[in-house]
């Protein structure tokens, strides 16, 4: 009988111990999915950290800095929702709030931000269902050697100026322009600048947009915006439609180009390019009246938690790691050069945020006005700024056509 029972107590030991390791070396997989390509060895390293502190956590991590939107959205509708995943604030976010987890009641979780900042992940109910990364500002960047050595003193004010800041410039053999028209978004974000009414900020031009009270042909100066893209053409590299982000910041960095049109988030790519190289925001000229230039700044990107995640409590902690710990705090500060939207003392690395900081102390930015459009506006709004640049279709063609995606649901 004791010899009978033996084997059998062997082989219940052996599966035991078959299960404990199989237990052992399960993973939980947490998906997400960021819409950056700043800084992604830093962000690689923080999230091995974070694996290496929670055994047994797998992140996959798909980054989409080129067509976010459609990516994201395929995941969404083919039921692939991920754990963590961030948006663009104001109207694209709000299309994504029906899965968000709500923070509104996490007190202590929105202390750990500043008050404006969490303010922009509000939902049309004012509950707060994502969390603010960083403040992002936005305009004509300019490379200071090209600009200094083409005798272009002071910074233009009018489209005037900057268009003999370009001869300057083209004359010391350097193309004037480098903007990146491959890009939908780049054009879109471009295009802002003229749109805005000073006097009404984005939030007060958009509402006078949905009422009437402007068309976008009657926008004070958005019709100048044409004539920027014609000196774009004009001053810029022999196929500009080919011209990517990627080309148009390396161009910069390195003295090529004197001029795009970006946010402080490509710090961290011009770095990569040239780290010696001196830049600086130029407050766009979009008209003949030195008033009326702007800088734009705003929190742009907010995380949001998916509400229904198998791995909810997992989800909010890899979230708040890489906004508000130490290390997510230094990768906004030092990596990308931006300011956190998380409460910190680090000091701001990127030259590019530092220069605008100058600019929002003495209130000389305004919010943005794109991400205040109904969703997917950027693209459709985009592809028609291409075909202007391409001569197939007028200025008056584009107003017209636009004020057909101008739509809210």
């Known amino acids: 009988m004791k010899k009978r029972m033996l084997p059998i107590l062997i ?25 950056h ?29 080129t067509d976010s939107v459609t990516l994201l959205n ?24 029906e899965y968000a987890y709500d923070w509104s009641n996490d007190a202590d979780v929105l202390a750990l931000f500043y008050e404006d900042a969490v303010k922009t992940g509000k939902d049309a109910d004012g509950k707060i269902k994502s969390l603010p990364w960083t403040y992002e500002n936005m305009g004509l960047i300019y490379n200071k050697d090209v600009f200094e ?43 802002t600048h003229f749109q805005l009414v000073k006097e009404l900020d984005a939030a007060g031009t958009v509402e006078a947009l949905k009422e009437g009270r402007y068309t976008f042909a009657t926008l004070p100066n958005f019709m100048n915006f044409f004539k920027f893209l014609d000196l774009s053409v004009k001053y810029g590299p022999a196929k500009p439609l080919e011209m990517d982000w990627e080309t148009c910041e390396n161009l910069l960095a390195n003295g090529q180009a004197a001029m795009i049109h970006m946010g402080d988030w490509c710090q961290a790519t011009l770095d990569t390019f040239n780290p010696d190289a001196r830049v600086g925001f130029m407050p766009f000229p979009v008209s003949d009246k030195p008033g009326d230039v702007n800088l734009l700044s705003n929190i ?41 939207g998380a409460r910190n003392d680090l000091p701001i690395k990127g030259e590019l945020a530092n220069d605008a900081a100058t600019y929002i102390e003495k209130g000389e930015t305004n919010a943005w006005i794109h991400t205040l459009m109904p969703a997917g506006w950027g693209e459709n709004t985009g592809a028609l700024y291409q075909a202007y640049m391409l001569g197939e279709m007028s ?14 649901e």
């Not at 939980?28 to 819409?35: I, Q």
């Not at 992604?40 to 950290?49: F, G, I, K, N």
């Open 37 to 65: 390509a700043y800084g992604l060895d830093e962000y690689a390293q923080m999230a091995a950290d974070f694996e290496a502190e929670n055994p047994g956590v797998k992140l996959e991590v798909q980054h989409a800095a």
């Open 395 to 408: 200025a008056e063609d584009v107003c017209m056509e636009m004020a057909n995606f101008f739509v809210y």
């Open 149 to 191: 050595k083409a005798g272009v003193t002071e910074l233009p004010k009018t489209l005037g100026e900057l268009e003999t800041a370009c001869e300057k410039i083209k004359a010391i053999g350097v193309t004037p322009f480098a903007l990146a028209s491959k890009e939908t978004w780049v054009l879109n974000h471009a295009s």
């Open 300 to 340: 742009s990107w907010t995380y949001i938690v998916n509400k229904d995640s198998n791995n909810l409590e997992l989800a909010k902690k890899y979230l708040l790691y890489i906004l508000t710990s130490p290390a997510g705090v230094k990768w906004a500060t030092e990596t990308v050069g931006a300011a956190a």
């Open 74 to 97: 395929a995941r969404v509708n083919g039921g692939t929702i991920p754990d963590v995943f961030d948006v663009q604030v104001g109207s694209s976010a709000l299309g994504y709030y």
């Open 11 to 35: 082989a219940l030991c052996l599966l035991l111990t078959l299960s404990a390791a199989a237990e052992a070396g399960k993973q939980t997989v947490l998906t997400v999915f960021d819409a």
